[in-house]
Nanobody
Framework: QVQLVESGGGLVQAGGSLRLSCAASGRTFTSYAMGWFRQAPGKEREFVAAVNWSDGSTYYADSVKGRFTISRDYAKNMVYLQIDSLKPEDTAVYYC????????????????????WGQGTQVTVSS
């Protein structure tokens, strides 16, 4: 089992920044990847960013490249999402997720490839 707890969400003005954190516990040493997804009201959950837990390689959705940065602290079992230049369309619940199986190609971007999920943290961007 892997337990994930997100924090760091909030209300911020457009152009501002936030740093989301995800504390992982349990079988994190066997996790292949950690990812961030988001879901806005009335929309499907979408991929934001992911990191290979062992080697730190990163993957991003095209819509967030250059503004979002994912990182992990291997020793502390933490994953972070730095969000800069926030836009109103970034408003969503942000979820941390863990994948135990090896991911290939487009599987990095599919929510169903991630077995464990946190409860989510709300990010609201005002214009």
């Amino acid at each position: 089992q892997v337990q994930l707890v997100e924090s760091g969400g909030g209300l911020v003005q457009a152009g501002g920044s936030l740093r989301l954190s995800c504390a992982a516990s349990g079988r994190t040493f066997t996790s292949y990847a950690m990812g961030w997804f988001r879901q806005a009201p009335g929309k499907e959950r979408e991929f934001v960013a992911a990191v290979n837990w062992s080697d730190g390689s990163t993957y991003y959705a095209d819509s967030v490249k250059g503004r979002f940065t994912i990182s992990r602290d291997y020793a502390k079992n933490m994953v972070y999402l730095q969000i800069d230049s926030l836009k109103p369309e970034d408003t969503a619940v942000y979820y941390c997720a863990a994948a135990l199986r090896r991911l290939y190609g487009s599987s990095w971007y599919r929510p169903y490839e991630y077995e464990y999920w946190g409860q989510g943290t709300q990010v609201t961007v005002s214009s």
